[in-house]
């Protein structure tokens, strides 16, 4: 009689080492109201849309107003944030006269500008920055003065806030001219003359702001954001580099970031020429102010160290070779090219000194040379 053979047993299932894997997945609140909320949307678009359009072209539509709606109370947000600011400057400026000495003029004064035409809010809120800076800067030399002065409020904080404020009203500005943008070059000026001081704790974070912002205008001039170009708009972009471009804290930054544009349009004809593709008219017609705000920069260059001059003469051969390259083709850019060369020229020389030779080394040097 042959054995029954036993049935092999299955081994008994694992049972999975993770928990997680046991229980049942729990639909947060959050998810929730999530998926309430498509629902809600979903049925709102399926009962709102009209006959004869598409739900695909509706839904678009209607994210398109809602980013337009978005954009409308981003800029009344901006705004009021400006209101709150300005209130803030008015409350430290009263704070600051209040609590200095027997005569306030000695250290704090309204800036002396009277407007022969009515501001635009725009340049209102300049005028309002500018005030506020110069004060700053009047009383920054006195610490003490300065921690009595500005009560219940970060005085450091409250500049800084003014000085990016101001910078992104010019970044946001329409083109302006005249009464506005001299006003403009005032506050730039006082927020160069911020930079410079190296007694002051906000001076690195005023200082890369600035360099930020002088970045941004060259790329507005250099790149092409648009297919018609805004002179005016390019115009004001030049002064007021030119007018940070005089503070020297700024004019190697300036210089070095405008030469490296001209470098890059070097790079740019190259390419156009290898893919055979011809230059448009408005390449040359952009780069007009991109040229004056060099040559305006490197014309403020004063003196440099050795290693800046060999970088700049390293610099200086590149352009060269670029204007050689072009003179034929576009003869009026290499001649704006080699004016901007002559004055780099003149700036990277080295002066020979004026002062007389020291006494003891005159006498040494006459009687030991021959």
């Not at 970044?171 to 006082?190: D, F, Q, V, W, Y």
């Amino acid at each position: 009689m042959v054995p029954s053979k036993r049935r092999k047993e299955s081994p008994p299932e694992e049972e999975p080492n993770d928990p997680a894997q046991n229980k049942i997945p729990i639909l947060l609140p959050q998810d929730e109201r999530h998926r309430t909320v498509k629902v809600a949307v979903a049925l709102a678009i399926i009962r709102t849309k009209p006959d004869n359009v598409s739900a695909e072209d509706y839904v678009i539509e209607l994210a398109e107003q809602l980013r337009s709606n978005e954009a409308k109370m981003s800029d009344v947000c901006q705004c009021l944030e400006d209101d709150v600011l300005q209130l803030q400057q008015k409350v430290a400026l009263m704070s600051i006269r209040s609590s200095l000495p027997s005569n306030p003029f000695a250290y704090c004064r309204e800036p002396t500008y009277e407007p022969t035409e009515k501001l635009s809010i725009t340049a209102e809120r300049i005028a309002q920055h500018w005030a506020f800076l110069q004060n700053y800067l009047s009383v920054t030399s006195n610490a003490a003065l300065l921690k009595r002065a500005v009560k219940g409020t970060d005085a450091e904080e409250l500049t800084l806030r003014s000085a990016n404020n101001l910078l992104r009203t010019l970044r946001k500005s329409a083109p302006i001219s005249g009464t506005e943008m001299e006003l403009c070059h005032k506050a730039l000026s006082t927020l160069s003359d911020m930079c410079n001081d190296r007694r002051n704790t906000l001076t690195p974070s005023l200082q890369a702001a600035v360099v930020d912002f002088i970045a941004d205008c060259l790329n507005e001039i250099a790149e092409r954001r648009e297919e018609r170009v805004d002179y005016r708009r390019q115009e004001n972009i030049a002064s007021w580099v030119g007018s940070l471009a005089r503070g020297q804290v700024f004019t190697l930054p300036i210089v070095r970031h405008l030469l490296d544009k001209l470098l890059q349009f070097d790079s740019f004809i190259d390419t156009l020429q290898e893919d055979q593709k011809a230059l448009e008219i408005d390449h040359f017609d952009r780069s007009f102010c991109l040229l004056q705000c060099t040559q305006n920069a490197v014309a403020s260059l004063k003196e440099v160290s050795p290693l800046v001059r060999c970088e700049l003469s390293d610099v200086g051969k590149a352009l060269v070779a670029f204007c050689n390259k072009c003179r034929h083709t576009h003869p009026l850019f290499a001649r704006y090219l080699y004016d901007i060369l002559k004055v780099l020229k003149d700036r990277i020389t080295p002066r020979k000194s004026n002062k007389p030779p020291a006494r003891k080394l005159y006498t040494y040097l006459t009687r030991n040379v021959h």
